[in-house]
Each structure stands twice: as structure tokens, then as C-alpha cells.
């Protein structure tokens, strides 16, 4: 599986962007998608997770101002971010958990994303 993010990009403070990840392929099974980011200098951290039963998690730094959501084909994740912050910088990147016996991550690039004051 390959994962191929994008939207990232440079935006004021209050702003808005959406990025997409798409995955290559079909996905079976229960899974797990979602998007983390790293500002630099910091770990990585996660923004906010959808399963496939569009189950949906949030970091609390952007709750109400994010939302992720699935494609119809559900091998495509999307995260809306409203009311964006400069702490809101950093290489947002996608992934993929499939959750069966075997247990498998898949990772995509990183999207930069730039907030200004």
C-alpha cells in the first residue's frame, strides 16, 4: 500500500486548508486512518484518526477546528483545518494501520504546512 498526501501549503493565521491522503488500491478489513504531525524541533504527535467504521478521534489542540473524514471509496482520508494557528505548523503526514492478525502501518510523505501570524 502506498499513501500519497497532499494540500499542505501557506496560509495566515485564521485561515483554512483541507490536505487529502489517498491510498493506492483497495483496503479490506478494519483499519485505521488518521494524520500526525511534527513540528520541528518536537515529536511527532497525532492530529486525529477515522477507522473504517468512520469511528473518529481528535488531539484536544484541535478539536473543533478539525475535521478528518473518509472518501466514499474509503482509501482516501481528508482533514479539514478551520481557524488555523502558527502552533498549528508543522509536516503533517498520513497513515494507515491495518488491524488484523498480522497488524500492518503504511506511512505517506509529509505536507508542510505553514501557518503566519
Known amino acids: 500500500v502506498q499513501l500519497q498526501a497532499s494540500g499542505g501549503g501557506l496560509v495566515q493565521a485564521g485561515g483554512s486548508l483541507r490536505l487529502s491522503c489517498a491510498a493506492s488500491?483497495?483496503?479490506?478489513?478494519?483499519?485505521?486512518m488518521g494524520w500526525y504531525r511534527q513540528a520541528p524541533g518536537k515529536q511527532r504527535e497525532l492530529v486525529a484518526t477515522?477507522?473504517?467504521?468512520?469511528?473518529?478521534n481528535y488531539a484536544d489542540s484541535v478539536k473543533g477546528r478539525f475535521t478528518i473524514s473518509r472518501g466514499t471509496a474509503k482509501n482516501t482520508v481528508y482533514l479539514q483545518m478551520n481557524s488555523l494557528k502558527p502552533d498549528d505548523t508543522a509536516a503533517y503526514s498520513c497513515?494507515?494501520?491495518?488491524?488484523?492478525?498480522?497488524?500492518?502501518?503504511?506511512w505517506g510523505q509529509g505536507t508542510m504546512v505553514t501557518v503566519s501570524s
Open positions: 477515522i477507522s473504517s467504521g468512520e469511528s473518529t
Open positions: 497513515n494507515l494501520q491495518i488491524i488484523d492478525a498480522v497488524g500492518r502501518s503504511f
Open positions: 488500491g483497495s483496503i479490506f478489513g478494519f483499519n485505521v
